[in-house]
């Protein structure tokens, strides 16, 4: 299982690095951190919502350059 997971994220990351974000610079570092203490600090609800953002922010970047 991990090793798919690996090999799905390693795809997102070479079409991610393509992708130019014009309207604004997201921090996605910053995203990654949030949804860390969230789970490190067991609020799942507070995980979940986050999780949940950042991978909509991603589809919708994604979306845009493959439109």
């Known amino acids: 299982f991990l090793e ?3 090999s799905h994220s390693e ?3 070479r079409i991610f690095k393509r992708i130019v974000v014009t309207h ?8 990654h951190k949030e949804i860390f203490e969230a789970v490190i600090s067991r609020n799942s609800n507070t995980a979940s919502k986050l999780i949940e953002e950042h991978l909509m922010k991603t589809l919708s970047e994604v979306y845009e350059y493959i439109d």
């Open 4 to 6: 798919l997971l690996y």
């Open 11 to 13: 795809r997102y990351r």
């Open 24 to 31: 604004q610079e997201r921090k996605v570092q910053e995203e």
